[in-house]
């Protein structure tokens, strides 16, 4: 059974970081990338940052220089990170973790990010 497990969220002030962890198992056949995503009350779900099986990185225009996605070097553990600096509210939301693999796109419960102000 495919399980991805989201980890790190929490409260922190404006300017602070967070580091979220994502762990996949239940994965025997090629992830094509993993990614990051987020979405606030009342606001769809966007993507935030992805990764590829070959380290390829691409970030949404408003977290670029201040998120950084990578994923363990061991591909067979399947963990992808987001260290996220100079947090601002408006990164508020929560922040599912995603898998799109040979067999189909999978997606963690999300974990909640809260920037106080």
């Known amino acids: 059974q495919v399980q991805l497990v989201e980890s790190g969220g929490g409260l922190v002030q404006a300017g602070g970081s967070l580091r979220l962890s994502c762990a996949a198992s239940g994965i025997s056949f090629s992830i094509n990338f993993m990614g990051w995503y987020r979405q606030a009350p009342g606001k769809q779900r966007d993507v935030v940052a992805t990764i590829t099986s070959g380290g390829s990185t691409y970030y949404a225009d408003s977290m670029k220089g201040r998120f950084t996605i990578s994923r363990d070097n061991d591909n067979a553990k399947n963990t992808v990170y987001l260290q996220m600096d100079s947090l601002k509210p408006e990164d508020t939301a929560v922040y599912y973790c995603?898998?799109?693999?040979?067999?189909?796109?999978?997606w963690g419960r999300g974990t909640q990010v809260t920037v106080s102000s």
């Open positions: 995603r898998a799109a693999t040979s067999r189909g796109a999978y």
